[in-house]
């Protein structure tokens, strides 16, 4: 029996798993770019969801694949990310760093074995950078020929941050994340519940305001932060600052998916 062939992807198709197996081989033949949210599940204080990194990823990299018209199709995402430093609050499923880059690894090393050589990963959680740095070195050693590149999702939005109104101390589940899942899905957030977190260096002990620091960099858990685990003041977001984020981001992330095409 002959295998039936197809000469066109259906223009509305921008998941992975949506397409069928020779729709698959037409997207290689094509070199088509392939994109990989990862996330997590983790605390996220009293007002968003456990999901909110994956969430955001999701969400960005489908915007992303859309802009792409079709050069470009999202691949079963990885829910789970490397997030002990959030352990002690309720709601977190972590993954050992080393899982993590295997998991990475091996979905990306098999995706380049079928004949893919563009591989681009959005992260929502910024406890992933680090293992997908190492992911990164491993495939460089195991499959030097793929184009694999990495990206955070809130750190790209610097211009429309700027202007957000934000405490001395921000970030995890606080003014741009919150703006963000506002402006997805405000049904996923649970405003009456929003409150402030670790808002001042000089409120922080000691080891706590040292892990502010970028570099040298160190760590703690984020119950030393504060007893909801939140960086910032997530009451002060709203859904408008976090379209401008998400179009900055999704912006960027396109003009460089842009220049891998290229390659």
Known sequence: MTRQTVTEIRPQVRQYGELTSLEIELAKQSD????LPVGACEQHGDGLPVSTD???????ATAVAEELAGRAFVIPSIDYGVSPHHGNLPGTITLDPRTFVDIVTTVAGQLSDSGFTRILVITGHGGNMAALGVAQQVLLGTHPNLTFAYSPVSALATEATAILPRTEVSGHSGESETSQMLAIDDRLVDSPRLTAGATALDDLLPRARLSRT???????TFDQYSENGVLGDPRT???????????????????????????
Do not use: C
């Open 32 to 35: 088509s770019l392939l994109i």
């Open 54 to 60: 994956s969430i955001r990823a999701e969400h960005v």
């Open 214 to 220: 970028k570099s040298p960099a160190s760590a703690v």
């Open 237 to 263: 977001a709203t859904a408008t600052a976090g379209d401008d984020i998400l179009g900055e981001i999704v912006a960027k992330l396109v003009a460089y998916s842009r220049e891998m095409l290229r390659l």
